[in-house]
Structures are given as C-alpha cells and as structure tokens.
C-alpha cells in the first residue's frame, strides 16, 4: 500500500507528489494520459515571482514578457510597459515533463495510460479503481489520495465535494506570425463576450492565438483569426483548434476523509484571466505540508485535513473574491464602455500611474482592481453601472 496517491500527473499533481516523497513518502502518480509533457490548451504565461518562487529551470522559458499591449473594442491601444521582465512565456509541455521527472527523481512512481474510474474512501485507506473500460480493471490502495485531475473531473462530485458551478471555455491555436513581437491583448464583448482575447509570441514567427468565453469559442476564435489575417499578423487562420474548460470559482469545500483537491480541479484559479498555474502550485505545497502532517499523525480524517481548506483559502481567498468580483463587473460592460474607460486612462495619466505602483503584479490583482474602481478619473463612469455587491458585503 503507498502512503499517496496523486490523480494526475501534470504539474500540479506532480509538485504534491514531489514534496510528500521528500517527506519520506512512498507515492504513486495516476495519470491518464499515455506520456508524460504532452499537448496542453494553455498559452503558458507565469510571473517571473512564479519562476522564482519553483525554481524553473531557464531552459523552459520561450520568452520573458515586459511588455502588452492592450486593445479596446475600436482598437485604442494602452500599451503596459516595464523595465524589469513580468512575466515569462513557457513551454508548456516541457514545464510538465520538468516537474514530472523531478518527482520521480524522488522516487515517485508514475501509470500511465490510467484513467481513474472510481474512488472507495475506506476506514483505513483509499482504494482507487484504474483502466480503459473492456480491457479490466487495475486497483491501488494507499492510505490518502490527491485529486489534481484538471476541471471538470466527475471524481470530485462522486467524492461528495460538489461542484465548480461557474465556468468558461478557452479556445487557442498555434499560429505563424508576421511582426508580432510582444504579448496582445484584444478586449470587447462582440470579440469575447465577458472576457479576453490574446495573441503571444512565443518561438520566433509562432504565437499562440486564443480567448476565453461561455459558448461558441470556436466561432469567435476564428473571426479573430479572420481579422489578424487580414492585418498581416498572422499568415493563415487554417489551424488546429484546442478546447480546455477554465473554471472562474473555487469549490466550496476541497477536502474529505483522507482525500483532498488541488489545482483547477480544486478551482484555484485567477478568475480575471483564467490562469491556474501559480495558484495550483502554491496550493500544491499547501497540500503537502497539511498532507505530510495527518500522515505522521496518522489522522487523515476530514477534521484533521481541514486545516488544507483553511491555509490555501488564508493565501488566495481574498484575490479569489476580488477578481470574481471584477469579472462580472467587466461582464455588465458595453463596448462603448470600455472605450470610455481607455480614453480617461490615458487622458488622467491612470496606465503611466498603474505602471509605477509597486503593487502591481501579473499574479495579485485584488489592489489594482480596488484602486481602478476607487480611482476619482473612473468613478463616475463604473458608478452608472449597476455593479455587484463587493466582495464580503
């Protein structure tokens, strides 16, 4: 019997699995997927605070980002600069691979080719049911489990834990460019409704082209490929599309008997942008820490784990509120609204003003976010909204 086993394999799981074999814990990694660092519907941006804080190795990095430029609905344009890089363009695939063969530098065993069917919580143990259905069943037992499927995992609701109710779904292609140097970010509700587009160089002449929405993201997708086309930005919008479920809240509770969640299965993800990242890698280490201490104690009850919820919600649940917050704030706007709002950014110096603020961070946008709506330039405008209640009230 292991000690842990952590369903899935990809970074998040593969960084819980990383600290608790350092502990001294025998664990095994369940993953689906037949290899390990392959394709991933990301576009793969972290803070370089993310790059430090986990030690990425240089050699995962595309780019590094100091620069976006930012465009309304009528293609106004604030363009966020900074000497210091902010953020880093990574190969997703290989940052995968990375975390992988570091656990298993540690001793961690990895099966593949290994979809979890089911999850048996006993009083001694966890006994998890792997296979492809028609070919028979494989079971392994250990004394706690760790679900880092990615979002939408059936596991989770079996588990008793529920559900993410509040989701969007991300589209993205990899594409030829021309000229495209630095991150682009294209705003409006005809182009992504309630949400984003982007286009991110990351090899020279290849970028990743994509946005977030609630439905018919490849309909939008391809317009906006249409529409770069016809600029020169890029060379052909005959691509391969992605499609990955991005979920905009976390789940109400993220811990039972000997089980806990982690990562964008969890729902740990920046609600503004839908990056999950940073976030599932630091809950990753939540986890383990909580983790590693009910199994010396050898209490895995669901009373003794819950410290997990109540660490990682201290860490991130404020900027979790804040920016669900700030999402449906942006939702309630026009496009002419947003318009609005750039011209008064750039005729009361607010971007020359955000762009000197030593809290402004590519992963905590909670006081930027207050500091916009609070701002006296922007006031009268987002107060004509009927926004919703802030967050705690």
Not at 295 to 321: F, T
Not at 349 to 361: Q, R, T, V
Not at 378 to 385: A, G, W
Request: hydrophobic share 40%.
């Amino acid at each position: 019997m292991y000690d842990i086993a952590v369903i899935g394999g990809g970074p998040i799981g593969s960084r819980v699995a990383y600290r608790l074999a350092g502990m001294g814990y025998d664990t095994v990694v369940v993953e689906q997927k037949d290899r390990l660092g392959g394709p991933v519907c990301c576009t793969g941006i972290i803070s370089r605070e993310c790059v430090d804080h986990f030690a990425i190795d240089n050699n995962l990095i595309f780019r590094q980002a100091n620069s976006a430029s930012v465009f309304s609905p009528s293609g106004k344009l604030l363009r966020l600069w900074r000497q210091e890089p902010q953020a880093c363009i990574i190969d997703r695939a290989a940052f995968d691979l990375a975390f992988a063969n570091r656990a298993q530098e540690r001793g961690v065993k990895y099966l593949l080719n290994s979809p979890v069917r089911a999850i048996e919580v006993r009083d001694d143990s966890v006994r998890i049911e792997s296979g492809h259905f028609g070919v028979g069943s494989d079971f392994i037992q250990a004394r706690a489990a760790v679900v880092a499927t990615g979002p939408g995992s059936g596991l989770v609701e079996e588990l008793g834990l529920g559900k993410v109710s509040d989701f969007a779904m991300g589209v993205q292609a990899e594409v030829e460019t021309s000229g495209v140097e630095e991150v682009e970010v294209y705003l409006g509700q005809k182009l992504a409704p309630e949400f984003f587009a982007w286009l991110v160089p990351t090899s020279p002449n290849r970028a990743l082209v994509g946005l977030l929405a609630r439905r018919r993201t490849g309909f939008y997708l391809k317009r906006l490929m249409a529409s770069l086309a016809a600029q020169g930005k890029i060379i052909s919008d005959e691509v391969e599309l992605s499609f990955a479920g991005v979920p905009l809240g976390p789940l109400a509770k993220t811990f039972t008997n000997r089980i806990v969640v982690v990562g964008s299965a969890a729902g740990q993800v920046k609600p503004t942008t839908g990056g999950g990242i940073y976030y599932g890698l630091l809950c990753a280490d939540i986890a383990a820490d909580n983790l590693g201490r009910a199994l010396e104690s050898d209490d895995l009850s669901a009373k003794n784990l819950s410290g997990y919820q109540k660490d990682w919600r201290k860490r991130l649940g404020r900027e979790l509120r804040l920016g669900h917050w700030s999402r449906k704030i942006y939702a309630l706007m026009s496009d002419r609204r947003i318009d609005r709002i750039f011209d008064i950014m750039k005729s009361s110096g607010i971007d020359e003003e955000l762009l000197k603020a030593d809290d402004l961070s590519f992963d905590w946008h909670g006081k930027v976010v207050l500091k916009l709506i609070g701002h006296q330039a922007l006031s009268r405008t987002i107060k004509r909204m009927r926004l919703p209640f802030p967050p705690g009230r």
